[in-house]
């Protein structure tokens, strides 16, 4: 590296640092790369990100920040912790490893000494003080024997407590796993599992089961006009709504992008259709402000789907013609809700056996 090549590193680095002590973000690894990064000028799409938030709000919020990194650099908070969690197990296996191995050595090392003194009593002839040392020895390798088998018993039991918290650290990441880092609602992984669950669930049982697709009307377009960190607020808004307007049991969760579901169980087709309406309703109802400047950017609507369980229903089929439910409502002038047995009365678009 020439001495030009290491002054731009530097140059680089010490940006990073000053981005992050103006944004109030702890210098971790993964931040450093993300403002290490923006500083490279090396890819414009974050940057055009990171500009947007500096301009708005004078910095990045700590909230945004993750998000960028599993974006852009491909990794996240989980990440840094499933890799904690892996160091903190491989560290407990090593020692756990060598105290069964000196034990180990100290049980043949014992045995050993147990055998010779056998050999010495079988063979007789053996004296008084002769005797008393053996005596001796055999006390001092059953002491030494004792505290070994004290100091292994110990590490095993620290052992067990360390195990305990990576297993409710793995509880918690694996809860994580299953929330969608910018909404904080189940994500398409946590979906799927959920529905596979309730269908078998209904199925059984008999009691209908709907699910309901939601798509934010126009969001591209949004997006391109007010930017994306206000993008965030608006998916963020919906995820919301449909948290408050929701059972126990239901599961509201992001689908992809712009488009949301939700897992209603017990639920008839009428059901789902008050529950979509009630939603679509309440996102309707919002009036959406620009933080910085309290400038006032109008209303969002959603399209809405709904299809309720058949008995001879896949994953698939159900997820399918939901979204044909959902592309009639976007078909037939937005901001509605459609379910199936409505199709073939309300759109032109889709032909419907």
């Keep these: 590296m020439t001495n030009l090549d290491f002054e731009r590193a530097s140059g ?18 993964m931040y450093f790369e993300l403002f290490y990064t923006y ?16 301009a ?34 491989s560290r407990k296996i090593t020692d756990v ?13 014992y045995s050993g000494s147990l055998q010779q003194a056998s050999g010495d009593l079988e063979n007789g002839g053996i004296d008084e003080e002769a005797l008393k040392l053996l005596s001796s020895r055999l006390l001092k390798e059953t002491r030494r024997m004792q505290d070994m088998n004290r100091k292994l018993e110990a590490e ?31 994500n398409r992984k946590a979906f ?9 669930a209904s199925l059984q049982s008999g009691k209908p089961l709907s699910l309901l697709v939601f798509d934010i009307d126009h969001f591209k377009a949004f997006n391109d006009t007010f930017g994306h960190l206000t993008g965030d607020q608006v998916l963020r808004l919906v995820a919301q709504v449909l948290k408050a307007n929701i059972r126990g049991r239901d599961l509201p969760a992001r689908f992809g992008g712009e488009e949301f579901v939700a897992i209603l169980p017990e639920t008839d087709l009428a059901g789902g259709m008050n529950v979509g309406e009630t939603i ?50 976007k078909g037939n002038g937005r901001n509605r809700v459609v379910a199936e047995h409505q199709l073939s009365e309300e759109n032109g678009v889709i032909d419907v056996a």
């Design 97 to 109: 490893n060598q105290a069964i191995e000196f034990a180990m050595v100290s049980a043949n090392s």
């Design 156 to 186: 095993l039991e620290n052992t067990k407590d360390d195990i305990s918290v990576l297993q409710r650290d793995l509880d918690e990441v694996r809860k994580e796993s299953m929330l969608d880092p910018l909404t904080k609602i189940a």
């Design 192 to 200: 799927d599992e959920q529905l596979i669950e309730e269908m078998n």
């Design 39 to 54: 500083a490279t000028g090396s890819t414009p799409e974050l940057n055009k990100r990171i500009n947007a938030a500096l």
């Design 280 to 329: 679509r309703a309440a996102v309707q109802s919002k009036e959406l402000l620009k933080r910085s400047t309290n400038e006032k950017l109008g209303r969002i609507t959603l399209s809405v789907g709904v299809a309720v369980l058949r008995s001879d229903d896949t994953v698939a089929t159900l997820i399918e013609r939901a979204d044909r439910c959902l592309y009639a409502a």
């Design 12 to 29: 680089f680095a010490n940006a990073a640092l000053a981005l992050l002590k103006r944004s109030q973000i702890p210098p971790f690894p």
């Design 56 to 89: 708005e709000t004078g910095a990045l919020s700590l909230s945004e920040a993750p998000l960028l990194c599993e974006e852009f650099l491909k990794i996240s908070d989980m990440d840094a912790k499933l890799r904690h969690m892996s160091s903190v197990m």
